[in-house]
């Protein structure tokens, strides 16, 4: 029998606050199989935060359900690793200390869980930053370590909720060519939120084009890695999905 997909979404409706509310997400399905790297992709407000927020267990949906490896979703954890748009570093504990953390979460023993840390802050290029501060860190060092910390956990599921969105475009480039670095050498199944079209196009496997609570188009990108964005099928769909958020 083929496996089952990693993750499934069945039928995801969301409102906030009672039944006359207007969904943010209407009836949503989607499956995102074992090492796939899925992009949700759409306007401000379209609902695909909510959406991830719901994959991860932190909001509950209204009706419908989310089962990781056949199980229901019920909270976080079990496997989920989540970064934001700003990474949510703690301030008051170093590069190498904010890594740890995860790693100690995970359940590893103190000096195994130092080792894991730099371990992880070699992969994410910041071996030498390990005793800097969060303060000291520019925008794209810091989300380096918040991608560190999440991997800490050694999660099957890696959550990225338009992680480069607050960082310069130059820094957004090189921050989309590690995260590929770095997701070929530990794959994880990855669901990572996005505004931009380009970025969709660079990272994912696939792209779930949402719009008004629902999903408006799917698109496979059967590209292999890196791209460039003068190839001819990348135009092609990028004009597709734009002409489609449109």
Not at 139 to 166: C, H, K, N, S, T
Not at 186 to 201: C, D, G, N, Q, Y
């Amino acid at each position: 029998m083929p496996a089952s997909p990693k993750i499934e979404v069945l039928g995801v409706t969301k409102r906030f606050g009672d039944a006359r509310s207007a969904p943010v997400l209407r009836g949503i399905d989607l499956m995102c199989e074992e090492n796939e790297f899925v992009c949700l992709l759409g306007r401000s407000g379209c609902g695909k935060t909510t959406l991830l927020n719901i994959i991860a267990g932190l909001v509950a949906p209204t009706s419908g359900e989310v089962r990781v490896d056949g199980e229901r979703v019920t909270g976080p954890g079990r496997g989920k690793g989540m970064v934001f748009q700003q990474g949510a570093l703690f301030p008051w504990l170093s590069a190498r200390g904010n890594v740890e953390f995860g790693a100690r979460k995970s359940g590893l023993p103190a000096q195994e869980a130092r080792r894991v840390a730099d371990e992880l802050l070699e992969l994410v290029g910041l071996g030498a930053a390990g005793e800097r501060y969060p303060a000291e860190l520019s925008g794209g060092m810091q989300q380096r370590v918040a991608i560190a910390r999440a991997l800490a956990l050694d999660p099957q599921i890696l959550l990225m909720d338009e992680p480069f969105g607050a960082l310069d475009e130059i820094t957004r480039l090189d921050m989309q060519v590690e995260l590929l670095r770095v997701w070929s050498s530990r794959r994880k199944t990855v669901v990572f939120v996005t505004h931009s079209i380009s970025e969709a196009l660079t990272l994912a496997d696939r792209i779930v084009v949402m719009g008004d609570g629902g999903i408006a188009q799917v698109h496979s990108v059967a590209r292999a890695r890196p791209r460039e964005r003068s190839d001819p099928e990348l135009m092609r769909l990028h004009d597709a999905i734009w002409r489609g958020l449109h």
